[in-house]
């Protein structure tokens, strides 16, 4: 009998590869392991075995195995499942899923190396000159690596050489597996052997008396280790004031043995300091709600004011899960939202709690997979949206919060999921329980409470301890201009506020969703802006080191002192962004403590952590921040948030602008005034009279909700069509247009006017590459996975076609 196996590879491919294995192997491979294997051209791919069967593909030469790498399943079978649902559901290969969810370095390198056969009979008028030049460097040294050799060469493709002094027996080509990961060990010692006995210390200290530094060291070491353990030297060091050469002296003397353990990177404190949780009335309310929907295996749309303490109530939940010996999934939009919150839960489930993120070194991520994999323990894992492809098991409640952020779906690379969506898909697998948290819900999950009573509504209208929401105030700038209450970018109103702030030693948020310095520089002559030689988008003026960079693809350049076109030397900048922000405000308050906080100022390790727990210590007075300080972050003493220029969000050409404009003041907002005193947030905008407003001062969701699903429907937009976005690539400009152009009409010709496009986006070059998107809008009565299939039967139809085999066609589903 023939025994075969299906693997998943970690390529974009859209298929399942079958190879053959012994019945030996058959016996021992299970699901989920990591199996070596052939592919291509002389290329070894780590992949993971998918199924196992008996059934001999007819369609290729089946090849067999390389090697077997793992004892045990690194993807467990739910894990399996899961992937299929995503690959399915968001039209990519099921080989993207596994290269965005296992860490890379758990997928085995292959290695190629070249090594010198016998070439006593060689005659070097068979070899051309690169085939020479391979051969006299495998004369000095063999084996060689593929990228020596191409580095000899100073040639990328050398294969066809490579492949020509194979076939005339000079060199053998050997493939090999390696891996990066590297375990952390830590040098330990104990008591040799010799002293274990009570008589054999108490002689040993004698004959320590003439080394008192050693006697000392051996003392604290008894002291602080009565059973003889193993205990890092780093600890002994720090504990008895010890120096290395100390130690080391003790060691070669025989006192101690020098051992090394394997240890955890990721390494929680053991001590809790506070496990009791009070709740307010109207928290206990919402809290008794959420189980009593979890107990009829309903999914929860938590609805609750910013301040209202929904941290509180989630803490109350999971402990109520945990104690059942299960695990846990909190899910956060972004890396920033984790700072205080892992603070706060680390006080109450020190022990239980995994953090899992990107900023992790990849030897972390490993060992965090491993943990989340092998252990039977109560587990908290707390991390933004790839933690949702941790290998779990026994998962009984996903928490999604600020569920909302439109950072929950990857855009790139593939595959382009929705972590709160693919969440509900999870939970139904591990029939587990999910928590959708949010002030500011987004349209579709309202919806789908409110209105389907698919989810249920619980709401919590109050701030926790009975605080005042802030008191929002429109600044009309169209006006203050005219009269000239303008300072720079700043209306009179809100220096005003500023200084009474600071005057009373609280703090100062200013809201801009731009960084850089200033998005566009302009000849006030000609006209010209500088733009990027990459991209079709205006190049940003920074200021700290006077360059223009492109924020798409980080093309930069220096500042321009004159317009290149007309030699004009009165160069003006248009719009502002953080950084002068941060210039006018220390201009005008240079007694004020002001810091920034956005994407350059946070690209260090733990440069975000230092400022927001520097604001936290009131040790500045003014931050300056992006989107990133509207996003869930926590400061007692901030009184007053200023919202520069809101306009922008509102006008951004895209179906939830609105709903993504209230959102997001509403979220900065809530930053203010999260203690006794009633906070103030002030809002500049050209455009006062706009409903919006209305809707934000009185915090009228309901409003904004009724305003927007009434836009949705009359203009096909979810929650009442599914959207998915085409977008083609190619550096030609005219291939992009032609193949698009054809795409659309043979969409057209079996979805009909629900096909939109193709059209260019707003910036139509990105990279060098040139893009058109096409949009379909698909009812909810009509077959999802029948157009699906078509689709991407349509974009196979437009590769066969071999003008256009060459243009990348990008599928995102649900793109929004």
């Not at 009373?504 to 500088?530: A, D, H």
Request: proline fraction near 3%; glycine fraction near 4%; aromatic fraction near 10%.
């Amino acid at each position: 009998m023939n025994y075969f196996i299906d693997v998943i590879l970690p390529i974009p491919v859209n298929q399942l590869f079958t190879y053959e294995i012994n019945e030996d192997e058959f016996s021992f491979l299970k699901k989920g392991m990591r199996v070596a294997v052939p592919f291509g051209r002389k290329k070894i791919y780590t992949s993971i075995v998918f199924s196992i069967h008996n059934n001999l593909p007819t369609s290729y030469e089946v090849k067999s195995i390389f090697q077997i790498i793992d004892n045990k399943p690194l993807v467990n079978e739910d894990q399996l499942k899961f992937w299929e649902w995503i690959s399915k559901y968001y039209m990519c290969s099921i080989g993207e899923v596994l290269r965005a969810a296992i860490p890379s370095i758990l997928l085995l390198e292959s290695e190629t190396s070249i090594s010198k056969l016998d070439t006593s009979n060689i005659n070097q008028d068979d070899l051309d000159d690169q085939e020479f030049l391979i051969m006299q460097a495998l004369e000095t040294q063999s084996p060689l690596k593929i990228n020596e050799i191409t580095n000899i060469l100073n040639k990328k493709n050398i294969f066809n050489h490579l492949d020509s002094l194979s076939e005339k027996n000079l060199i053998a080509i050997n493939e090999s597996l390696y891996s990066k990961y590297k375990p952390k060990f830590s040098r330990c010692l104990n008591l040799s052997e010799s002293f274990i006995t009570k008589d054999a210390v108490d002689d040993l200290k004698i004959s320590l008396k003439r080394s008192p530094k050693q006697l000392e060291v051996l003392n604290y070491f008894l002291d602080h280790n009565n059973k003889n353990d193993l205990i890092e030297i780093s600890d002994l060091k720090n504990i008895a004031k010890a120096s290395t050469a100390i130690i080391k002296k003790m060691i070669d003397r025989g006192v101690f043995k020098e051992s090394y353990i394997q240890i955890d990177r990721i390494q929680n404190s053991k001590i809790n300091v506070s496990k009791e949780i009070k709740l307010s009335k109207g928290q206990n309310t919402a809290y008794n709600k959420i189980l009593d929907s979890f107990n009829r295996n309903k999914t929860v749309l938590f609805n609750g004011v910013t301040s209202s303490g929904k941290t509180e109530i989630y803490i109350k939940i999971i402990q109520s899960i945990l104690k059942k010996g299960v695990k846990v999934l909190y899910l956060v939009p972004e890396i920033a939202l984790t700072t205080q919150l892992v603070s706060r839960l680390s006080q109450v489930f020190s022990e239980e709690l995994i953090v899992y993120h990107s900023r992790f070194s990849i030897n972390q991520r490993v060992e965090i997979w491993n943990k989340v994999l092998d252990s039977k323990k109560p587990q908290l894992i707390i991390g933004a949206r790839s933690s949702l492809l941790l290998p779990f098991s026994n998962l009984k409640l996903i928490i999604i919060d600020e569920e909302h952020e439109q950072s929950y779906k990857q855009h790139e690379p593939s595959p382009r999921y929705h972590a709160r969506d693919s969440s509900i898909v999870l939970s139904k697998q591990f029939k587990s329980n999910v928590l959708l948290g949010s002030a500011t819900p987004s349209i579709e999950s309202y919806y789908n409470a409110a209105v389907l009573n698919k989810y249920d509504l619980v709401s919590l209208d109050e701030r926790y301890n009975n605080l005042q929401l802030p008191f929002i105030e429109l600044v009309n700038i169209r006006e203050k201009y005219k009269e000239g209450k303008m300072v720079g970018i700043f209306s009179d109103d809100l220096l005003e506020q500023i200084s009474k702030t600071v005057n009373e030693k609280k703090q100062v948020i200013l809201f801009q969703n731009r960084r850089g310095f200033s998005p566009i520089i302009e000849c006030n002559k000609c006209g010209y802006s500088p733009r990027c030689v990459n991209c079709d988008v205006s190049l940003t003026y920074h200021y700290n080191n006077k360059s223009l960079r492109c924020h798409y693809c980080g093309y930069n350049t220096d500042l321009i002192h004159a317009c290149p076109s007309c030699l004009n030397k009165n160069i003006v900048s248009k719009g502002f962004g953080t950084q002068q922000v941060e210039l006018e405000i220390s201009e005008l308050f240079p007694n004020y403590r002001v810091k920034r906080l956005d994407y350059d100022t946070t690209r260090g390790k733990n440069s975000f952590n230092n400022i927001i727990s520097s604001f936290e210590k009131n040790e500045f007075d003014i931050l300056i921040g992006t989107q990133m300080v509207t996003k869930g972050l926590d400061f007692k003493n901030v009184k007053l948030v200023g919202v520069l220029n809101v306009d922008n969000a509102l006008n951004f050409p895209d179906f939830r602008a609105y709903e993504r404009c209230y959102q997001l003041i509403q979220q900065v907002a809530g930053r203010s005034g999260r203690s006794k005193e009633r906070g103030k947030v002030l809002i500049q905008t050209f455009n006062s009279s706009n409903d919006i407003f209305n809707q934000i001062i009185s915090n009228d969701y309901e409003s904004m909700f009724n305003n927007q699903i009434k836009e949705r429907k009359e203009f096909k937009y979810p929650p009442f069509y599914k959207l998915i976005k085409i977008t083609l690539k190619h550096r030609n400009f005219t291939l992009v247009n032609e193949s698009a152009a054809w795409l659309a009409k043979n969409l057209t010709h079996v979805l009909k006017g629900n096909v939109l496009g193709p059209e260019f986006p707003h910036i139509n070059r990105v990279r060098n590459k040139y893009q058109k998107n096409i949009l379909i809008k698909i009812p909810l009565d009509q077959s999802l996975i029948a157009t699906k299939s078509f689709i991407n039967k349509s974009k196979d139809k437009l590769h066969s076609i071999s003008s256009y085999s060459s243009v990348s066609v990008i599928i995102n589903v649900d793109n929004y």
